[in-house]
Each structure stands twice: as C-alpha cells, then as structure tokens.
C-alpha cells in the first residue's frame, strides 16, 4: 500500500507561481514512476507530468512545457511540480500519482495505482 500526499496548492495570480509536493509512503519509491495530473471543473482528468524512477527521464503536456518543472528526491520520498507563468487554464485539482511497476508510459493513466487525494490551484486574472 502506498500513501500519497500532496500539498501546496493554492490562490495565486496570473504570472505567479506556486510549488506541489507530493510525498509517499514505502520503502521503494525510487522504483516509482510518478505523475501529476489535473482535473478542472466540467474537463475530463488530464495528464501533466511525470519523471521516472531516477529522474532521468521527464515529459510534459505542451500546455505546461517550458512553465513546469518536475523532479524527485528519492532519499525523501517526494516529488515536487515547479509551476511557473500561471494561467487562469491552470486552475484545477492536481493530484499526484504512482505507478508501482516502474513502467514508462507516462501518460497513460491506467498505469498509476495510486493517487493521492489532490490539492485545489486557483489562478485569478
């Protein structure tokens, strides 16, 4: 069983930032793949982000290239989503994932097993 949490969402304006984290459970995160992913209201789920197990490896959504960032550290079970040039088409729900199998199929979301419960961004114009 793996617990995720994340935290750091919040009200900002147009241009601003904030910074996700998301911090897991268990032992063996660094054999995780991990995403983020977003769900505005009245839009379906859609996939932001994901790094692989070591951080080598990072793909984006074109909506968010360039603006976000993603890393890990594994020796503290977490990753973090930089987000930056804000837009009101940002505002949503994130929620941060993990695909224990260790796959790289970023995008696919039947490939997570866990998610956690999401943190509200709101981005005023």
């Known amino acids: 069983q793996v617990q995720l949490v994340e935290s750091g969402g919040g009200l900002v304006q147009a241009g601003g930032s904030l910074r996700l984290s998301c911090a897991a459970s268990g032992r063996t995160f660094s054999t995780y793949t991990m995403g983020w992913f977003r769900q505005a209201p009245g839009k379906e789920h859609e996939f932001v982000a994901a790094i692989s197990r070591s951080g080598t490896n990072k793909y984006y959504t074109d909506s968010v290239k360039g603006r976000f960032t993603i890393s890990r550290d594994n020796t503290k079970n977490t990753v973090l989503l930089q987000m930056n040039s804000l837009t009101p088409d940002d505002t949503a729900v994130y929620s941060c994932?993990?695909?224990?199998?260790?796959?790289?199929?970023?995008?696919?979301?039947?490939?997570?097993?866990?998610w956690g419960q999401g943190t509200q961004v709101t981005v005023s114009s």
């Open positions: 994932a993990a695909d224990t199998g260790g796959t790289w199929r970023p995008t696919r979301q039947v490939q997570y097993d866990y």
